[in-house]
T-cell receptor, first 113, second 111 residues
């Protein structure tokens, strides 16, 4: 079946470095993508989203890149801070609606001092 | 100020019991969801309600029954709890087709 997956289950970066978290999706009908951050003991928190008519979107310290040709999504975090340590999920949905999200398996980001 | 709240945060119970988890949102959203997160952090949607009507019902045992008394509440009732039901359950809400906002989760442990 269709699935959303991540290349790496864990990622460790030095504080201050940039982080890149990758996500592959297989549903070619997906046209809306979201990144969520989940800190320990908390619910997923919206970070940034992107629609398929864009290939890049920037937020505060975060950038999402979308490559529809290879069905790949990435989240870049600039100047990674200890508070960025969390599990990051990509989610995708077809039809331009966030109604039914399919989540990837998550990447644990650990920021080293 | 809490946007999406769930109670209880922790729930420990014996196999075979019936339990409920409550969810409330004060965001004025018209769509609410229940997700299950397993021990490997995999998140999967269980149900979605829009304006008190069920619109998504994934392959979930019929021991699980969502109940929506009004647009701001979506409770999850579970009958005859089994060991495999142990997980973290998240409620979420959104405007139709818009970003989903999640609650803090309820960790259910079935002994």
């Amino acid at each position: 079946g269709e699935s959303v997956g991540l290349h790496l289950p864990t990622l460790s970066v030095q504080e201050g470095d940039n982080s890149i978290i990758n996500c592959a999706y297989s549903n070619s009908a997906s046209d809306y993508f979201i990144w969520y951050k989940q800190e320990s003991g908390k619910g997923p928190q919206f970070i940034i989203d992107i629609r398929s008519n864009m290939d890049k979107r920037q937020g505060q310290r975060v950038t999402v890149l979308l490559n529809k040709t290879v069905k790949h999504l990435s989240l870049q975090i600039a100047a990674t801070q200890p508070g960025d340590s969390a599990v990051y999920f990509c989610a995708e949905t077809p039809g331009g609606s966030a109604r039914q999200l399919t989540f990837g398996s998550g990447t644990q980001l650990t920021v080293l001092p | 100020d809490t946007a999406v709240s769930q109670t209880p945060k922790y729930l420990v119970t014996q196999m075979g019991n019936d339990k409920s988890i409550k969810c409330e949102q004060n965001l004025g959203h018209d769509t609410m969801y229940w997700y299950k997160q397993d021990s490997k952090k995999f998140l999967k949607i269980m149900f979605s309600y829009n304006n008190k009507e069920l619109i998504i019902n994934e392959t979930v045992p019929n021991r699980f029954s969502p109940k929506s008394p009004d647009k701001a509440h979506l409770n999850l009732h579970i009958n005859s709890l089994e060991l495999g039901d142990s997980a973290v359950y998240f409620c979420a809400s959104s405007r139709v087709g818009d970003t989903q906002y999640f609650g803090p989760g309820t960790r259910l442990t079935v002994l």
